[in-house]
């Protein structure tokens, strides 16, 4: 076996780990981009949408995400972390 400089191990173990690193990276990025894609044709609306009674949002429970919305004498009750997020944020 032929002895190794410092140098040379380091420039192929960083290629090695760069090489790595980028088979392990660029499945999750394809994958992530195509549920983005999902997520936003779920949220998109039609051209002609409008809203005819008034809607309320009734963030419950944070933690669980349990958010209570009342559309007219309706009461749907929602479990989305996300959106509990959302509406805590924006009244910060």
Not at 18 to 31: D, L, Q, S
Not at 51 to 80: C, M, Q, S, Y
Request: no cysteine; aromatic share 4%; charged share 30%.
């Amino acid at each position: 076996m032929d002895p190794v400089s410092r140098r040379a191990f380091i420039t192929r173990t960083s290629a090695v780990a760069a090489a790595a690193g980028a088979a392990v990276t660029i499945p999750g990025v394809a994958a992530g981009a195509s549920e983005r894609s999902e997520r936003e044709r779920e949220m998109e609306l039609p051209t002609d949408a409008q809203l005819e009674e008034t809607v309320v949002a009734h963030l419950r429970d944070l933690k669980n995400g349990k958010v209570a919305v009342f559309a007219g004498d309706r009461e749907i009750i929602v479990e989305d972390k996300r959106l509990a997020a959302l509406l805590f944020k924006v009244t910060r």
